[in-house]
């Protein structure tokens, strides 16, 4: 299993591009999600997904929209790129009520 | 929403004693407590987790304590040794509770450092 995968590893991007962050898990789990990590903030919950066609907004939402057309891909997309989204951005997935397996994170740059 | 609070925000220890982390939250509904240990550039890996029906956890030289009346769950590493030096997060999480299921709100990071 390559368990939780995320494409690309790093970005930079001009203000007012568009992009999407792609999330994959092969362990067939039914939740997945999306986090923000800045210096000294933690991880913060973008947006979340309880199964295949279901999505919903978690604590920092704003700028960011995903859809869950298969079970397997989450992906998160920028429409108009702030250099306030800069940060690393983190995909998980877990089944439910269960560990969270995170994957290695996309270190995105908006200039 | 939940606010999960963490201190000390830097612990240094001698390589061999223990070192604790403390966190609190405000949600009364939230029953998962996971720690993570997240190493430089890497992505956050779980250590240990503990659920509100249970006041202790214990797994070779790391432990976790839960106070559900005061809303508090700590870390303790004992005999701490040289690759136990990174940054740990505490979270919390309300399963089964709808909203934001499973979602986890996590604290801002402690980052342990061993010294020799």
């Known amino acids: 299993n390559a368990g939780v995968t995320q494409t690309p590893k790093f970005q930079v991007l001009k203000t007012g591009q568009s992009m999407t962050l792609q999330c994959a898990q092969d362990?067939?789990?039914?939740?997945m999600s999306w986090y923000r990590q800045d210096p000294g903030m933690g991880l913060r919950l973008i947006h979340y997904?309880?199964?295949?066609?279901?999505?919903d907004q978690g604590e920092v939402p704003n700028g960011y929209n995903v859809s869950r057309s298969t079970t397997e891909d989450f992906p998160l997309r920028l429409l108009s790129a702030a250099p306030s989204q800069t940060s690393v951005y983190f995909c998980?997935?877990?089944?439910?009520?269960?560990?969270?397996?995170f994957g290695p994170g996309t270190r995105l740059t908006v200039l | 929403g939940e606010n999960v609070e963490q201190h000390p925000s830097t612990l240094s220890v001698q390589e061999g004693d223990s070192a604790v982390i403390k966190c609190t939250y405000s949600?009364?509904?939230?029953?998962?407590f996971p720690w993570y240990k997240q190493e430089l550039g890497k992505r956050p890996q779980l250590i240990i987790d503990?659920?509100?029906?249970?006041g202790e956890k214990k797994d070779q030289r790391i432990a976790v304590t839960l106070n559900k009346t005061a809303k508090h769950f700590s870390l303790h590493i004992t005999e701490t040794q040289p690759e136990d030096s990174a940054v740990y997060f505490c979270?919390?999480?309300?399963?089964?509770?709808?909203?934001?299921?499973?979602?986890?709100?996590f604290g801002k990071g402690t980052h342990l450092i061993i010294q020799p």
């Open positions: 503990i659920r509100s029906n249970v």
């Open positions: 362990m067939n789990h039914e939740y």
């Open positions: 997904s309880v199964g295949a066609g279901i999505t």
């Open positions: 998980a997935s877990s089944r439910w009520g269960n560990e969270q397996f």
């Open positions: 979270a919390a999480s309300s399963i089964g509770g709808g909203g934001g299921a499973d979602g986890l709100t």
């Open positions: 949600d009364s509904a939230s029953n998962y």
